[in-house]
Every structure is written in structure tokens, then in C-alpha cells.
């Protein structure tokens, strides 16, 4: 059982910076890829970008391509999401996601962070 907890999440000004910060615990936290997904009012949760699990692979969705950056810290079992030039389209409920298995999808979730972007 993996458990995940998303922190860092706040009310920003549209052009500001976040940094949102997932602890992962329960298993070996550096042989699995990590991702980050998110879901705005009425809308399905989307993927936001992922991470291998060494940390040499990044994935970016096209909306966020070149403003946010995935990283990871084996030896504090996290993951974290620079989010920078934040716009008011990305207010959401941010989801940290663990896929131990391997197939692509993710196992386990956390419990969701809110993050909000005034204009």
C-alpha cells in the first residue's frame, strides 16, 4: 500500500508561483514513476505530467508545457510540481498519483491539494 499526501496548494495571483509538494510512504517510493493530475469544477480529472522513476523522464501535458516542471527526491520519498506564470485555467483540485505497477495508470492517490488563480 502506498500512501500519498499533497501539501503546497494556496490562492495565487495570476502570473505567480506555487510549488506543490507530494510525501509518498508505505512502499520503495524510487522504483516507481509519480505523477501529478488535476480537476477543475465540472470538468474530468486530466493529466498534468509525470515523472520515471529515476527522474530522467518528464512528461508535460500541452497546457502546461514550459511553466510547470516535475521533479523528484528519492531520498525524501516526494515529488514536487513548479508551477510558474500560473494562469486563472489552471484552478483546480491537484492530484499527486503513484503507478507501482508499472502499466501507465495510476495505483494510488492522494487526497488533493487546492489550487486557485485569481485574475
Known amino acids: 500500500q502506498v500512501q500519498l499526501v499533497e501539501s503546497g496548494g494556496g490562492l495565487v495571483q495570476a502570473g505567480g508561483s506555487l510549488r506543490l509538494s507530494c510525501a509518498a510512504s508505505?512502499?520503495?517510493?524510487?522504483?516507481?514513476?509519480m505523477g501529478w493530475f488535476r480537476q477543475a469544477p465540472g470538468k474530468e480529472r486530466e493529466f498534468v505530467a509525470a515523472?520515471?522513476?529515476?527522474?530522467?523522464?518528464?512528461y508535460y501535458a500541452d497546457s502546461v508545457k514550459g511553466r510547470f516542471t516535475i521533479s523528484r527526491d528519492n531520498a525524501k520519498n516526494t515529488v514536487y510540481l513548479q508551477m510558474n506564470s500560473l494562469k486563472p485555467e489552471d484552478t483546480a483540485v491537484y492530484y499527486c498519483?503513484?503507478?507501482?505497477?508499472?502499466?501507465?495508470?495510476?495505483?494510488?492517490w492522494g487526497q488533493g491539494t487546492q489550487v486557485t488563480v485569481s485574475s
Open positions: 498519483a503513484a503507478d507501482e505497477s508499472g502499466a501507465g495508470t495510476p495505483d494510488y
Open positions: 508505505g512502499r520503495t517510493f524510487s522504483s516507481y514513476a
Open positions: 515523472i520515471s522513476w529515476s527522474g530522467g523522464s518528464t
